[in-house]
């Protein structure tokens, strides 16, 4: 999977780190943003089609995770969403869902099912084109 490109939104640098460095293992290609606001610059600014999967916080200063779903959602409709939070809102999840989040998952998730997830979104992000 090379050839996909994942951006990670979450303003833990650790988190970053961690998921930053499992996916590219996995031979995705990385983009990360520390913040919403950082994410919308860096997205608007690429060209189209740069980024496979967008993984997003919900709970971050300046822009939060369904701030960012939603713009980007508006600028780059093909791209899937996976929201990883370590404060589950069940409600928020069926809302989000119809904003194009594919999967959400609860911090801490397990390798194996973040790269599941990633892998399903790459496939959806693949069909959209």
Do not use: W
Not at 2 to 16: F, G, L, R, Y
Not at 18 to 39: C, N, R
Not at 85 to 107: Q, R, S, W
């Amino acid at each position: 999977m090379a050839d996909a490109t994942i951006m990670i939104v979450d303003d833990n640098v650790e988190i970053q780190k961690a998921v930053g460095l499992l996916l590219a293992k996995a031979d995705y290609h990385v983009i990360q943003a520390s913040d919403g606001s950082e994410a919308i610059a860096l997205l608007d600014e690429s060209p189209a089609g740069l980024v496979s999967t967008i993984l997003v916080d919900l709970q971050m200063p300046n822009v939060n995770g369904v701030e960012v779903i939603r713009h980007l959602k508006a600028h780059h409709p093909t791209v899937p969403f996976i929201v990883m939070t370590a404060n589950p809102d069940f409600l928020l999840t069926e809302i989000l869902a119809k904003d194009g989040v594919c999967d959400y998952l609860i911090k801490p998730v397990s390798k194996e099912k973040l790269l599941e997830s990633v892998r399903v979104a790459v496939r959806l992000h693949r069909l959209r084109k």
